[in-house]
């Protein structure tokens, strides 16, 4: 079953109340295997000397980060995140919005995305008589953002609640242009970047995620 929109039910806001930020009464040993895949890959990319691709997951996983701790400060402002997990969906739920599955799936994504792309990223689609075309890299990241979407679309349906949208006005069409679609910009464009632009970016994104994280779950925001 497929939900295309929140529905800004009792259920859903009950769902979200009786959230366990940081709580370890479902953790289990999966939090470890799926750690261990993580450095698995990142390893074996780094040994290939394969630093592109490496920059690739950083640069998407970085946004990931931003856009959670945004969504637990909305939560913390407004009363309701744009989007939750439930308790039975995970071992582990980091901030409001992002369990350890999901976020472990989000330190792969940006990999995932940047080597289904041509090995000439360059190419343009649609590029006759003259014409630039559209760069592959965002087409690439147009159809990850749609794929993405109606991924979450299904799993807000799922019995067991695994995401929760309370808005109304917040579903697939948002989340699409607003969350994935610079999720994939950010994996199939930075890691292009000019070697001192890119390394920028990424010292910027994560010191300004890390900065975030020590000043917020102190102070109980997130």
């Not at 295997?33 to 993580?38: G, K, N, R, T």
């Not at 400060?73 to 009363?79: D, Q, R, S």
């Not at 990424?202 to 102190?218: K, N």
């Amino acid at each position: 079953m497929f939900v295309f929109w929140g529905d800004g039910s009792a259920e859903a806001m009950a769902l979200v109340d009786s959230i366990r930020v940081r709580s370890t009464e479902n953790f289990n040993w999966t939090f470890i295997f799926i750690l261990a895949v993580v450095f698995y890959v990142y390893w074996s990319e780094a040994h290939k000397k394969n630093y592109d691709v490496i920059c690739a997951g950083f640069a998407l996983y970085g946004v990931h980060w931003l856009y959670e701790i945004a969504n637990a400060v909305i939560a913390h402002v407004f009363g309701y995140p744009l989007w939750s997990v439930s308790n039975e969906s995970t071992t582990f739920i980091l901030l409001i919005g992002v369990c350890w599955e999901l976020s472990m799936m989000f330190s792969l994504a940006g990999i995932i995305s940047f080597k289904m792309l041509p090995q000439d990223r360059t190419k343009r689609y649609f590029a006759k008589n003259g014409k630039r075309g559209v760069s592959c890299k965002l087409v690439g990241a147009l159809e990850m953002a749609l794929l993405f979407a109606l991924f979450e679309s299904f799993l807000a349906g799922t019995s067991n609640h695994s995401f929760i949208w309370v808005y109304k006005w917040w579903g697939v069409l948002p989340v699409f242009v607003t969350t994935y679609i610079p999720f994939f910009l950010a994996s199939n464009y930075v890691p292009d970047m000019e070697p001192k632009k890119r390394r920028s970016f990424l010292i910027a994104e994560w010191g300004l995620v890390a900065l975030l994280l020590i000043i917020l779950i102190p102070a109980g925001i997130i």
